[in-house]
C-alpha cells in the first residue's frame, strides 16, 4: 500500500458515502495491512496523517527465520507505537 493509492481509496470511499447522503466519520475505522515488502516508513508517517486507525504488517512466515530477517521494520513500528 502506497499513500498515493490509500489516499485514493479514501476519495473514492468518501464520493461513495456522499452519493447516499452521508459521511465518513469517527465510527469508521481504516486499517491498512501492509505487504510483504520492506515497509517504507516515510509513507507510513504519511499514511497515519490521512487518519489510518490500525496497521497490520502482514508476515508471509511465522518461522523464526523469516521473523528474524524483518525484525528491523517490527522494532521501528513498534517504536512508531510508543
Known sequence: MT???L???LNKLDMAF???GKKRDS?????VSLSNQT???????E???????RL????ESQKPT?????????EKLAALIK
Open 3 to 5: 499513500t498515493k493509492r
Open 7 to 9: 489516499r485514493g481509496m
Open 18 to 20: 456522499e452519493n447516499e
Open 27 to 31: 465510527s469508521f475505522e481504516i486499517i
Open 39 to 45: 515497509i517504507n516508513f516515510d509513507e507510513l508517517e
Open 47 to 53: 499514511m497515519m496523517e490521512l487518519g489510518i486507525h
Open 56 to 59: 497490520i504488517p502482514a508476515f
Open 66 to 74: 523469516y521473523l528474524n530477517k524483518r525484525k528491523h521494520d517490527i
